[in-house]
């Protein structure tokens, strides 16, 4: 209805303003409440489709900053305002606005409740820790938990720092405020049965007859398998560029991740071949909105970079089909847990994961019990090889043969150069006598 009453090609609608007149239109000669909600629904889909079809994605919504600053004193607001602008410099332009939300909703939650309840003058030496507390204990009355308290808590004094680097007078008492005790956070990993039966759905897909879902299929294998096998975050995986892949070497360059900074990836030999099956199909990529050349990204539907949340909706998909639900960072998690029980080094799964602090990768990787029953047995097979040697006391003189393990079990030690030199010596020693005393009883 809509095209044929605006009379016009799809590509010269304009989404916002012509479906604005469908829209009044509708208003005007349909009196039926269902008949409008209907018409209404197919306009959305409509403009969603242009935006794809056309390359004129809706605009990002604005953040309603007097939501978070209206409660605030004029003077508190300005402040949260600069420090939001400090903090932002650090961000990626496409997580700033989801950045700039979650900073206001932290720090304002705590501003405004104290704004409400006390009385705060035109300087952040207000702002003392009898105040925090007094915000505490309401909180936690409202069963609002630790983890969610220590976030405000923590912004809180960011700001306060913020102020006093600019020579502004605070309250030096609040920068020594301890966050409440929190219990130990285990990763949420996936379990191998359900990472097997998605990887299955996620195969099924690849190897369709249609051309539309095998080509989405191989693109969901290769992002997967880079999260799953090289502990790749999603932006990371949605950010990747064609220069970074290094297949012929099996490395992937990861260039501004978290706190931006760069590190270099190994990849599986799974991972480089579901790539080079999902390269063969990618297709071109449009100019993003704002640019003029094509984007270089190696992950692209409809020949545009992925959306924040396609990975998370395509994992959602498959899960649907399984009957479990996975998050694209629980593939984080699982990539760290399965290298810690294959064995290997905490600090080589450190710099895969690309932690700055060791305590994080053990916080995000949970031994299992099979990495702990390998230690066990292992030391317990030296335990009971030693307890066995201590029980040859008997007044007879030792065979060949216990000699020969009692020096074997000298190697399973800690030895030096030196030492296993003459362990060796000794060894050899003994094979000389055991030959001679053979010799004589064949003769």
């Known amino acids: 209805m809509a095209l044929g009453w605006l009379d016009k090609p799809y590509w010269l609608i304009d989404p916002a303003a012509d479906l604005d007149r469908v829209r009044a239109y509708i208003a005007d000669h349909y009196e039926s409440v269902g008949t409008r909600s209907a018409y209404h629904k197919g306009l959305l889909k409509l403009a969603e489709y242009l935006g794809h079809r056309c ?122 405020v301890e966050p409440l005790k929190e219990g130990p956070r285990l990763p949420r990993d996936a379990p191998l049965t359900q990472l097997r039966a998605l990887l299955a759905q996620v195969e099924a897909d690849a190897a369709s007859a249609h051309a539309g879902v095998r080509r989405t299929g191989l693109m969901d294998r290769a992002w997967f398998l880079l999260m799953l096998h090289s502990g790749l975050r999603t932006g990371e995986a949605r950010r990747l560029r064609l220069k970074d892949l290094g297949l012929e070497d099996r490395r992937v360059r990861i260039e501004q991740s978290k706190g931006l900074k760069d590190r270099i ?46 990975c998370s909706e395509r994992l959602r998909t498959y899960g649907r089909r399984c009957g479990f639900h996975v998050t694209p960072h629980q593939l984080r998690h699982s990539c760290a847990t399965l290298l810690l ?37 292992r030391a317990m097979q030296q335990v009971e090889s030693r307890m066995e040697l201590q029980e040859v006391a008997d007044d007879s003189a030792p065979t060949g043969g216990q000699l020969l393990a009692l020096v074997d079990a000298l190697f399973g030690g800690t030895l030096n150069v030196a030492q296993r030199e003459t362990v060796h010596a000794l060894r050899g020693g003994i094979l000389a006598l055991v030959e001679q005393e053979a010799s004589k009883l064949t003769t």
């Open 265 to 310: 990836v190994c990849l599986s030999q799974a991972a480089v071949d579901a790539l080079c099956a999902y390269l063969e199909v990618r297709g071109s990529a449009c100019p993003a909105p704002g640019q003029r050349e094509a984007g270089d990204h190696v992950f692209i539907y409809r020949h545009l970079p992925l959306s924040f949340t396609y």
């Open 341 to 377: 029980n294959a064995g290997a080094p905490i600090l080589t799964v450190q710099t895969i994961l690309g932690h700055q602090h060791i305590d994080t990768t053990l916080g995000y990787a949970r031994l299992y019990d099979g990495t702990v029953a390998a230690d066990y047995y």
């Open 55 to 176: 390359l004129r994605p809706a605009p990002e919504k604005p953040v309603n900053w007097r939501y978070y600053l209206d409660p605030l004193p004029q003077w508190l607001a300005d402040d949260v305002r600069a420090h939001v602008a400090h903090r932002s410099r650090a961000w990626l332009p496409e997580v700033r606005r989801r950045s700039t939300i979650d900073l206001l909703s932290h720090l304002t939650t705590p501003l405004r409740w104290l704004a409400a309840h006390a009385t705060l003058a035109a300087a952040a030496a207000d702002l003392t820790p009898d105040l925090w507390f007094d915000y505490l204990d309401a909180r936690l009355t409202e069963n609002i938990s630790p983890v969610t308290l220590n976030h405000h808590l923590g912004d809180l004094q960011d700001l306060l720092q913020f102020l006093a680097d600019q020579g502004r007078p605070i309250c030096q008492r609040m920068l020594r």
